[in-house]
């Protein structure tokens, strides 16, 4: 093979990319291309030469001379022997039709710098549209009266400002949007655009290329190239995935299957951006996801295994809800209704859509939660074991569901344990026991692959033989050659994955929108609980009776305390009970909804305030209930500071309200709903044991302190003072139940601070359960 010596130095630096990479070729050498495994740029095609072609700068341009191959080289179509290619020329070896094909790219003014290789992604493969760089102010945003109009409900009205400067260079500016904008994947406010930056706003992109302004469109039809994904415990001596790396093309959708503990659920968190790889990159369409995760989470749907909507309400209403939560503000109830109605549609749920979700089926309920994700028209849709708990004819239907919306222009990847359905599926990658891939291809040639006939079979084997080389029987493979070396698209990137160093998602609504969605949301599905509605009813009415029963008409030394006692009681069982289920069984919607910009603290605050109101009204219940006409003995009838039954009905009221608030914190500690109800029964005994009324507590050592924890020995002491108990029980000595101003005042204080206390410790508990990048 001869070389010609190069002489134009002055050559543009060119990018030539392959389907299996990308090599920069600068002017000062050759550039051979042929199956020889040491050419520059080598094509695993039996129709290329061994030394096919040579690519080489000559007088300041670039030139592709054939060197003598078998079936040819071809530029744009024509084959040639010797001939100029330039940046944008479409080069064929082999074959002038599907022989294997190279792009020659300018980057620093074709493509946007940013994506690894344009040509081989869906959304940067060719301009949506193509318009002069602006000479003044341009706005862009989702209302007609915008100079560039985007329509997506992502987008706010008046969203961002391209100016111009009249020195020639570009700002980009944001006008307070809700969702953002982004320029090479970083939130941005003010920031310099230069040539191949790529400013992100909904799901669109735009780049100054040349004397041009292109916007870039993301439809749906994306890949995605997962390289070398590595995730580690216990400071790396566990490993939960092991260099996983494979390509997904556009429109395809992927099963995940493995035995339990082969990192299924770890890949899911890696790919999503929820828990970071330690090493390894996911590119998004040409796009490091970890490093623009900021703008990219916006275009990844994820249905987790449990509904992630609320059973009570019906499936029209749950999904404007949604809507109200996911789209910014000054969305128009009407645009977000047609949303609505479309993705509704979409999905096959006309006649459900006024059906409470509770009275749905198993395939029914998880076509809602899907339905909820396509909201807001992600690329990229995740589900982790849709098929969960269903029989198969629903295994199936909502297969052939996610068949429809991969066809329909999406990326979908599903983790399931069923192998029913695998069939619909484009490519299914097996993982075995410590997170190594030990097949990845079309599911029809996974048990022949193994050498089995039944998955169970594989299933057993893989728990068997755990000496067995899974991962490197599968690299020796010509599947790993097909459909993952020569199926890659983009170029690999062997540096380790960042941390991903990104703050919460922007939130669609300001903190009091939020809140007055989630508080109409959460009072709706409240109301639509017969069962919760019918014991919030009764209960204070039962407690209220007992008491009065035990009152007997009028205070003594012997009914005032099992009264007051009865009355701590009902209010603390009325206020955990309301409380003690609703973080933990919310617990999948709230790590989602907090994935997609919902604020931590408006959504503590709406479970307060519909909760806060419930509990008070039931306690103002109890207490007329249990003394309205009750003599209650006070001398002169006079309270401490108001008249007694209002001290004593604030009392009980303040009591269930911080009882409730100690419910928040139970459930939001505990990890299964079931636990909740012992630690209720305990929390109500604790209560009876030292509010005091049973035993001395004032000077008993550690007991004493432990019981200022105690809402119930405030909440007593404060209606002991009201009646002036000492006066009833002269044996009831305890400081904390004078009849006094500063007592009573100090009494109904500490439960105030014991609330606070609570709910500064719900929402760190909150924090907890959150997607890792969530956690700042």
């Known amino acids: 093979m001869t070389q010609r010596p190069v002489d134009a130095p002055t050559a543009p630096v060119l990018v030539l990319e392959t389907e299996t990479g990308s090599t920069v070729m600068s002017p000062g050498r050759a550039y051979h291309v042929g199956r020889d495994p040491s050419s520059d740029i080598v094509l695993d095609d039996l129709r290329v030469s061994w030394h096919h072609a040579v690519l080489r700068a000559e007088d300041g341009h670039w030139v592709i001379e054939d060197e003598n191959s078998t079936n040819g080289t071809f530029a744009d179509g024509h084959r040639m022997r010797e001939g100029r290619v330039r940046a944008g020329t479409v080069i064929r070896f082999g074959n002038a039709s599907d022989g294997p094909r190279a792009v020659l790219v300018d980057r620093t003014t074709e493509r946007p710098s940013y994506v690894s290789l344009p040509a081989a992604t869906g959304t940067f493969r060719n301009p949506t549209a193509v318009r002069p760089l602006p000479s003044r102010t341009v706005r862009i945003g989702r209302g007609a009266d915008n100079d560039m109009v985007i329509d997506d409900l992502v987008v706010s009205r008046r969203h961002a400002e391209l100016r111009a400067h009249p020195d020639g260079t570009y700002e980009i500016v944001d006008l307070d949007s809700h969702n953002g904008t982004f320029l090479n994947g970083r939130p941005v406010t003010r920031a310099p655009v230069t040539p191949g930056d790529i400013v992100g706003i909904g799901h669109s992109a735009f780049c100054l290329v040349g004397d041009e302004l292109q916007e870039y469109v993301d439809t749906g039809e994306v890949s995605l190239d997962v390289q070398d994904l590595t995730v580690e415990v216990d400071r790396g001596r566990k490993t939960l995935l092991d260099q996983v790396s494979f390509p997904v093309g556009e429109k395809c959708l992927l099963a995940v299957v493995g035995p339990s503990g082969a990192g299924k659920s770890t890949l899911l968190n890696a790919l999503t951006g929820q828990r970071p790889a330690d090493r390894g990159t996911v590119l998004y369409d040409g796009r490091d996801l970890y490093r623009d995760y900021a703008e990219l989470r916006q275009r990844i749907g994820l249905v987790p295994q449990d509904d992630i909507l609320h059973a009570q309400l019906t499936v029209r209403r749950a999904l404007t809800y949604a809507a109200e939560l996911r789209f910014p503000q000054d969305t128009a109830k009407e645009e977000r209704l047609a949303r609505v109605d479309e993705v509704i549609r979409e999905l096959g749920l006309e006649q459900r859509a006024g059906q409470p979700i509770h009275s749905l089926s198993g395939g029914q309920r998880k076509r809602v939660s899907v339905a909820l994700e396509l909201l807001t028209k992600p690329s990229l849709l995740f589900l982790d074991e849709p098929t969960s708990g269903l029989d198969p004819g629903m295994d199936r239907s909502v297969m052939h569901m996610l068949r429809g919306l991969a066809d329909d222009g999406r990326t979908v990847i599903v983790v399931t344990h069923s192998v029913l359905s695998l069939d619909v599926c484009d490519r299914l990658l097996v993982l075995a026991p410590g997170g190594k891939i030990a097949y990845y291809g079309p599911p029809d040639d996974t048990l022949p692959f193994f050498g089995f ?324």
């Open 453 to 776: 006939e039944q998955w169970p079979e594989a299933f057993e084997a893989f728990e068997r033989d755990r000496d067995r080389d899974w991962a490197g029987e599968y690299r020796d493979s010509p599947f790993h050659r097909q459909y993952i070396v020569n199926s890659s698209a983009q170029p690999h990137l062997p540096a380790p994955a960042p941390a991903v160093a990104v703050g919460p998602p922007p939130k669609a609504q300001s903190w009091g929108a939020q809140l007055g969605t989630l508080v109409r949301r959460y009072a709706a599905a409240l109301g639509a609980d017969r069962t919760f509605l019918v014991i919030m009813v009764a209960l204070p009415f039962v407690m209220g009776a007992m008491a009065r029963a035990l009152a007997k008409g009028s205070f003594t030394q012997e009914t005032a305390l099992n009264a007051l006692l009865i009355l701590c009681v009902g209010a603390v069982l009325t206020g955990a009970a309301n409380a003690v289920r609703e973080l933990v069984k919310e617990r999948v919607i709230y790590q989602r909804e907090r994935a997609v910009g919902l604020s931590r603290s408006a959504y503590l605050m709406s479970k307060v305030v519909v909760l806060g109101t419930v509990t008070v009204l039931q306690a103002v219940v109890l207490t007329l209930v249990a003394l309205l006409g009750v003599d209650l003995n006070v001398p002169g009838g006079k309270g401490v500071l108001m008249p007694p039954l209002v001290e004593i009905t604030l009392a009980v009221a303040l009591l269930a309200f911080t009882a409730m608030m100690f419910g928040l914190v139970v459930s939001a500690l505990v990890r299964k709903e079931e636990v909740t109800m012992p630690l209720l029964v305990l929390l109500a005994i604790v209560q009876v044991v030292f509010c005091g009324a049973l035993l001395t507590l004032d000077g008993v050592a550690v007991l004493n302190q432990l019981s200022w924890l105690v809402p119930s020995r405030w909440a007593f002491g404060a209606m002991a003072g009201t009646i002036d108990l000492v006066r009833l029980a002269p044996d009831k000595t305890d400081p904390l139940f004078r009849h006094a101003t500063g007592t009573w005042l100090l009494d109904m204080g500490m439960l105030v601070v014991l609330s606070v206390l609570c709910g500064l410790a719900v929402t760190r508990l909150l924090r907890r359960h959150e997607p890792a990048v969530m956690r700042k």
